[in-house]
């Protein structure tokens, strides 16, 4: 997993060196193109703020980003392995194509091998890899407000009932089902550790999760039963105002997140999340110091379950929340991510206590 690698810090200075001492080791995504690359790609280096580093190529297609064309990241498994180069050129050549196991036997490939290599190599199978690049370009036309139908050609689905089904599963909700002038809006925004989708009306946040966490269906068929059915793509300036406070945040420029919020939840699930807003940016609590806080301290198992059905992902800081033992525990948006925050917020904790020397 990625807190194995160095820090961000040293990734990026390796990607600036081009240091093939990580390659094949960690690659890096690049928020302001979509794009993911090998650290030593020879390609104009983007801004420090536009980087997300990843330990392995599977997280980067999951996190949304497309490999690149002049470092060709997938290409050592491809070479490696026959199979798995030529999937990925009729992959490249037709994205939008609906793969079956049967269409990669007629290829005279061995299904059961080929999905051995590309979770080896990929940490997912080839069908789970296309039915992903096919959804996103189908869902990439329903935001702009594109109708449904538009969207299940773009994603090659010829039948109607089937993409609405893959829709279902990937967001929980079926695309006919969001409707226009809706009460709550969704849209998602880049940010430098993945695409986030966030959930609003004219005032509150209801909702802010890593597009590809596994919760997010449940919770959005939660928000669409409480809003009766009116739940819809597009914004409200609750999304603007927190995309703004997201991009200063993973700048490291300010830790503060203003956006009024309204997650759904018990009451007792609301104290522990206004706990957790109470643990400065660079520091950590246990379960255990968690129950503590609220008065609580036979309620760590309770807390914990309310960490993580949180349903707005870095405001309310779950991932500030570790084992007894300081093991990471789990984290809804993935362990890398987790990581990634704590060494993220302890840059805000230098910077506050570099301010306090100085005065």
């Given amino acids: 997993m990625m807190f194995d690698l160095p820090d961000d810090d040293r990734l990026y200075a390796a990607l600036l060196a ?24 020879p390609a104009r280096k983007p ?25 060709h990241p997938m290409a ?3 070479q490696a392995e026959p199979a798995v180069a030529q999937l990925l050129a009729a992959l490249k050549a037709d994205p939008a194509r609906r793969w079956l196991e049967r269409d990669v036997a007629a290829m005279g490939l061995d299904p059961s091998t080929v999905r051995r290599a590309f979770n080896r190599h990929f940490g997912m199978t080839f069908l789970e890899m ?17 109708r449904v139908i538009d969207a299940q050609l773009e994603a090659s689905y010829d039948s109607p009932a089937a993409f609405r089904a893959a829709f279902g599963r990937w967001l929980g ?36 999760e890593f597009t590809e966490r596994r919760a997010l269906p449940g919770e959005l068929k939660r928000l669409y039963a409480h809003a009766k059915g009116s739940l819809g793509f597009g914004r409200f300036a609750p999304i603007d ?9 993973m700048a490291q420029r300010c830790d503060r997140f203003e956006t009024p919020l309204a997650p759904l939840g018990t009451p007792f699930s609301q104290a522990v999340w206004e706990v957790l807003r109470q643990i400065p940016a660079g520091q950590t609590r246990s379960y255990g110091q968690v129950a503590r806080m609220m008065g609580r301290p036979e309620a760590t198992r309770a807390v914990a379950r309310a960490n993580g059905a949180n349903p707005i992902a870095i405001v309310i800081p779950c991932h500030r929340v570790i084992g007894a033992d300081g093991a990471l525990t789990g984290y809804g948006g993935g362990l890398w991510r987790k990581q990634a925050l704590i060494e ?6 230098r910077t506050g206590a570099d301010a306090v020397g100085a005065q």
């Fill in 76 to 78: 050592p498994a491809a």
């Fill in 344 to 349: 993220l917020e302890r840059g805000f904790a």
């Fill in 173 to 208: 909700i079926a695309p006919g089902k969001f409707v226009q002038n809706a009460r709550l809006r969704a849209d998602c925004f880049d940010t430098r550790l993945g695409t986030m989708i966030a959930v609003s009306d004219a005032r509150h946040l209801h909702l802010l």
């Fill in 241 to 249: 105002q927190i995309e703004r406070e997201m991009a200063a945040f």
């Fill in 47 to 71: 801004k420090r703020e536009n980087c997300v580093f990843f330990d392995s190529i599977g997280p980067c297609i999951e996190a949304g980003f497309r490999a690149c064309l002049r470092c």
């Fill in 130 to 146: 296309a039915r992903l690049t096919r959804l996103r370009l189908g869902a990439a036309a329903l935001p702009a407000g594109g």
């Fill in 18 to 41: 081009r240091d093939a001492a990580f390659d094949g080791r960690a690659y890096v995504g690049v928020t302001s193109t979509g794009i993911f690359c090998r650290l030593t790609c």
